[in-house]
């Protein structure tokens, strides 16, 4: 008796892989007429048995007839799927006929993406369209980035989160390759992007010389600050606090990641930690003039006169072409008028100690005059300009207040 159900059993099996091969050259035939529609009808019917039980040889056919039919059909993400299973097994004769048959829906699909992104401003589409780029071909992460810039553009954020997620669960970084070459007529270092064919045979012609490598920089740190700052957008603040942490914890001396978390807390209106952390940032990079510009800005707007000047002066010891940094210098000195001018209004008919108080404003002027002279010189604009004019007229400079005067007309 046992005998006889297992060969029953054997014969069951024999029929349904006879049943499967006829039902996937009934579907193979129906493609070659174009009738897709019968063709995915014929293998869904077939595909639940198929998968549960049928050799790979009909598996691959069955993925392979799925894929092409639904690419006829424009469905993008199903004939992907069907595309990306088959080549996904090891042995198969179908992999030559299927390549080319995915590298079409990738490219239209892309090329789709980047028109509805660049030209229509459909930043939700396009989105969309562009993370189904990264699903039809997974090794092109960069299309899952795109997907989540184009969905913070188009204010769809929990899409965005969900995208910015997947590319830190993949580990992308968007490092990439730049081949340089210098260019020997014009002494230029010109940038191949990432031909390193093409740049290899321009520096063969002669043309170009001293080839070379460079990386581009991460994305890591832009992934968690826009991870962050849309969870701020959302008014989860808390989480996008954590989620610098969190990064940080795993990358405590990148600076990016300082950085764009202080930002952060400027637009949080917490000051006093983003001073800790810029105080962190100057230990790392200990000659970047921008970051002790930060920090004079971080100490004048706390009241801290004396520590903001230190830092503005050390800014432009390290860039001495700073023209933001000796105006701060200016606004610093000029800080003091304030308390002068009201002594001065306490003291208008104390005519000695009303003098006594204007000498010291001029004094605080002609303090201010060099930093503003050379903020002018470096960013000339209508508002240097004309503080220089006043200053000047105040005190009583003729020669050089009708100079900034007629220069203030000038570029009314």
Known sequence: MKKQILALSLGLMSLGAIAQKSELKAAEKAIKKQDFTTALST????????????????????????????????????????????????????????????????????????????????????????????????????????AAVSATQAKDYDKAIEYYRELQKIGYTGVEKQYLATDKATG????????????????KTGNYVKPEVKSSDSKSATIVKNVALILKEQGKTDEAIAAFKDARASNPKDLNLILNEAQLYVEMGKMDKFG???????ALDPENPTLYYNL????????????????????VELKPDYADAYMNLAVVVLDKEKAIVEEMNKNLSNFKKYDELAAKQKEVYKEAIPFLEKADSLNRNAETVKTLMNLYEVLEMSD???EYRDLYQSMK
């Open 43 to 146: 293998l869904n019917a077939i595909e639940g048995s198929l998968m549960m039980n049928g050799e790979d040889k009909y598996k691959s056919k069955f993925y392979f007839l799925k894929g092409k039919a639904l690419a006829a059909k424009k469905d993008y993400k199903e004939a992907g799927e069907a595309l990306n299973a088959l080549l996904a097994m090891k042995e198969n004769k179908y992999t030559d006929e299927a390549k080319p048959i995915l590298n079409q829906l990738i490219q239209e699909v892309s090329k789709k993406a980047v028109d509805l992104y660049n030209n229509k401003k459909d930043y939700k589409n396009a989105a969309e369209d562009f993370y189904l780029t990264y699903v039809l071909s997974p090794t092109d992460t960069s299309f899952a980035f795109n």
């Open 188 to 203: 230029k270092v010109e940038s191949f992007g990432n031909d390193k064919a093409r740049r290899d045979l321009m520096v």
């Open 276 to 282: 800790e952390l810029m105080n962190e940032a100057v």
């Open 296 to 315: 004079g800005v971080v100490n004048f707007n706390e009241g801290r006169m004396d520590d903001a000047k230190k830092y503005y002066t050390k800014a």
């Open 400 to 402: 050089k207040a009708s």
